[in-house]
């Protein structure tokens, strides 16, 4: 089943001989419901000439209506994902054979995730593997001491799989087939294992190192990366809070002609404000320019689980041979007002 990621467009092309028209039905559900009987949505069009057939739909656009996260629920064992964070779809084609006449094509069935793919990969990307990390193995996972983050992995139901902790400790991950979160505490290295008759093969690790920040207090940054997964970047050195206070400014009339002098000319109205963050990561290696591209990317951003908005929109690509030690400083403004205006 392939694996799409929503944020970016996903085509569905119908170009058949003989065809006045051409007609998509799409269904998408949560894996807590069951699959639906009737389309979620159906689009049709006419071809645009007898010499020009093709008709193509964008069913990306229509999924990710269906993906609505909006914080992690931390785990210290193997536990399933949300089934906000992803969802299934299933695409029938027709074409149109006369007005208002349709014959099936084909079907085919996605996986669908909240993430995104680059403009150099073309058109219609998707992952075809029955089991992948949604995050980059390669790069090095840096944690506050005592905190319990996680990484999302998708596990085919057609392999029997293990997860191995930094103890060398081995489970069995007993329901499969869906999206994981694997919690990582401890230093050291974790593995994803598959068992293929009496040995175990790694299809994929990741590393994780602690760190004892001794100055300052660091703050968990957790968002959705571009692969649709949460990804969590700690910023452990110093950080910067301030206050931005906004109101309307407008001109009195004096009560007399003998006005009051303790009474200003000027009233001011409809106070708020906001609070805004400047964090630093301290020392990273040099593949974290990824996370930061992802994070500056992210719709869903918290900062020690409160919602906030990344106010950087440049960020350099930093490097060890001209930077030396890299260090990434971000902006961050919490998303909602002091004063309480929710209505």
């Not at 103890?167 to 401890?186: H, M, R, V, W």
Request: hydrophobic share 35%.
């Amino acid at each position: 089943m392939k694996k799409i990621f929503v944020r970016s467009p996903y085509k569905i092309v119908i170009d058949e001989v003989g065809q006045i028209g051409s007609k998509v039905e799409l269904f998408i559900w949560n894996s807590n419901v069951e699959e639906p009987t009737i389309p979620t949505y159906t689009m049709s069009k006419k071809i645009a000439s007898v010499t020009q057939t093709e008709n193509v739909y964008n069913i990306a656009n229509k999924c990710v209506e269906f993906i609505n996260e909006k914080n992690p629920i931390y785990t210290s064992v193997v536990a399933l994902e949300s089934f906000k964070n992803w969802c299934f779809a299933k695409v029938k084609r027709y074409k149109e054979t006369s007005t208002n006449v349709y014959e099936l094509i084909d079907d085919e069935s996605f996986i669908c995730f909240d993430g995104y793919t680059s403009f150099l990969g073309g058109a219609n990307q998707f992952d075809n593997n029955d089991n992948f990390p949604l995050f980059n193995p390669e790069i090095k996972i840096y944690k506050k001491e005592g905190s319990t983050e996680y990484v999302n992995v998708w596990l085919d139901e057609s392999q029997d799989w293990y997860f191995e902790d930094a103890t060398a400790s081995l489970f069995q991950i007993e329901s499969i087939g869906s999206l994981y979160k694997i919690p990582y505490s401890l230093n050291g290295t974790y593995k994803i294992l598959k068992r293929v008759g009496n040995r175990y093969d790694i299809e994929f690790l990741f590393k994780v190192e602690s760190i004892c920040e001794a100055k300052y207090t660091p703050i968990v940054c957790s968002f959705i990366n571009r692969f649709g997964g949460w990804s969590f970047l700690t910023f452990f050195k110093a950080h910067q809070k301030s206050i931005e206070v906004k109101s309307s400014t407008f001109n009195l009339m004096p009560e007399s002609w003998d006005y009051d002098t303790f009474v200003g000319s000027n009233k001011q109205f409809n106070f708020n404000g906001t609070r805004k963050i400047t964090c630093n990561t301290g020392w990273v290696d040099e593949n974290y320019s990824e996370l930061i591209q992802d994070l500056l990317l992210s719709q869903v951003v918290l900062l020690d689980d409160i919602p906030v908005i990344c106010k950087s929109t440049t960020s350099d690509e930093k490097t060890q041979l001209k930077d030396k030690n890299i260090n990434y400083t971000i902006n961050f403004e919490y998303n909602f007002n002091l004063i309480n205006d929710v209505i």
